[in-house]
């Protein structure tokens, strides 16, 4: 689901995001009703237009019109209503509000990925080995924002809230019990960081009046130039994986425990996702 999200993300103008919110002077202290109103219509309209439309209809060609991977992005999409979808888009707002929110959440992305690397690292399941690209790997980046946001000795001086631990135990469990399931986590986060990891990014980088090229390294995919080749390659192997009916039922349903974990993650940041709209 969290790449349905932000590949419909990435579709809407930047633009769209800002639509019908008049700036203003006045504090969100004292114009609490109004303020949360338009944040509400501008959750409602950007969670509607996540709702995917079924590939098939349009690219019956693609790896995406059948298969796990035609399972995987309806079973996630249908499974949630438009209010969880809200919850995603304010939680990602609340992220990009002030710096410390961000770097917040730039920590949390931190842990999850340790997990989940070094679990892609050590298994020797064949599915999860077919789909661990190099290029995909987020944690030197992640590294890079690390330090750029806690400093060179930010390993001694940060620790994961609890949100990010039940994420990162919840990716051990599944290493440690059913390691097939990782391939959901890989879905989930990889390809939405791919679909729409440029447009956030530079929303990021825009409400944070971040340096040029600092803070942000997660976001960019160096090593994949051509990003739709790259996701429709992905989905064509991911196809081709060995697994039961059930094994593939199983995936789609650990799909949506990991949109829920993100979700937790977003809900324990400090910011307010009001200012991250001006």
Known sequence: MLAAVAFALA????????????PSCQSYQTRP?????????????????????????????????TGLALALDDGTRKSHSVAENTAFVTGFFRGIATKSSFAQLVCALYYVYAAME??????????????????????????????????STWRHNIVPSAATRKYVERVQHVAREEPYLLVAHMYTRYLGDLFGGQMMGGMARRSLQLEAGKGTAFYQFDDIPGTKVFIEKWYAELNKLELT????VKIVDEGNVVFALNIEVFEELEGNPIKALW
């Open 245 to 248: 009916d059930a094994q593939k």
């Open 11 to 22: 579709k809407q103008p930047y633009a769209l995001l800002f639509q019908n919110i008049a």
């Open 33 to 65: 009703a109004v303020l949360r109103m338009a944040l509400s219509d501008q959750e409602q309209r950007i969670s509607q237009a996540m709702e995917l439309q079924p590939v098939e209809k349009k690219f019956p060609e693609s790896a995406r019109s």
């Open 118 to 151: 070094a679990a892609f690292e050590a298994s020797t399941d064949p599915s999860v080995q077919a789909l661990d690209y190099p290029e995909l790997r987020r944690i030197d980046a992640l590294e890079q924002d690390m330090e750029y946001y806690f400093g």
